[in-house]
């Protein structure tokens, strides 16, 4: 299938009145711009496979179990993904441009076929282009905080959200998040303890999660890190 990408192709969602991400810059830098000409061809996602009723798995070249991460930033997770799992796809979102282009490098870097990224609103791809009971791991680390009290409905792991995502698990699927921020750590144990498609909770730090520029930033401030995973139990 055809992979196409535009600099400007920058699609928007309009089923979810809030979403739980803020358009940041697109102007890329030099060493982004050339990353981004170079390969989004190869790995970002046209947006005419963004329609109801199509599947982003089509993208594939061929069958593997699906791991999907949510919020990329610069892509080190993804990388580390592609890479230590070689015999699976790897599908993921990310709606910031510069930390798009900076994951187009690193895959360049490390030749990896099995990767397709998307810059389109995730939950709405979850809910149209990703068929129930496919993804088999799905990570969402660091996810926006929205620290201010007036933000916080923007918080991507709440009621709805999660059983979507756990209705996209494969039976035995595997759902990883971490956090650096305390009460988003308490709101996501409470909301995915409450989903009986899930069952799981806080646990030691997944070593096959690289320590990403998000995470130093909670560590030097001193906020402590939680890990979570949630099995799809039915």
Request: aromatic fraction near 10%; charged fraction near 25%; proline fraction near 6%.
């Amino acid at each position: 299938m055809e992979l196409t990408a535009s600099r400007n192709t920058r699609p928007d969602s309009d089923v979810w009145s809030i979403r739980s991400y803020a358009r940041r810059g697109t102007r890329l830098n030099v060493s982004q711009g050339q990353a981004w000409d170079a390969h989004a061809d190869r790995f970002v996602l046209s947006p005419e496979l963004h329609v109801a009723g199509r599947r982003l798995t089509d993208a594939f070249t061929r069958p593997g179990p699906l791991a999907v991460e949510i919020g990329f930033g610069v892509g080190e997770a993804v990388v580390a993904l592609a890479t230590s799992r070689p015999t699976w796809n790897v599908l993921g979102f990310e709606v910031w441009q510069p930390g798009v282009a900076e994951c187009l490098a690193g895959l360049a870097e490390q030749d990896v076929a099995n990767v397709r990224l998307s810059t389109w609103d995730a939950a709405w791809c979850l809910g149209h282009v990703i068929a129930p009971a496919t993804v088999d791991e799905l990570w969402t680390f660091f996810p926006d905080p929205w620290q201010k009290a007036r933000h916080q409905k923007r918080r991507l792991v709440n009621q709805g959200f999660v059983a979507l995502a756990a209705s996209r698990l494969a039976a035995d699927g595997v759902w990883r998040l971490a956090t650096d921020w305390p009460d988003y750590a308490e709101q996501m144990r409470e909301v995915l303890d409450a989903e009986p498609l899930l069952s799981g909770g806080v646990t030691e730090r997944y070593a096959g999660r690289p320590l990403t520029r998000f995470e130093r930033r909670g560590i030097a401030a001193g906020r402590p890190i939680v890990d979570l995973a949630y099995r799809r139990c039915e």
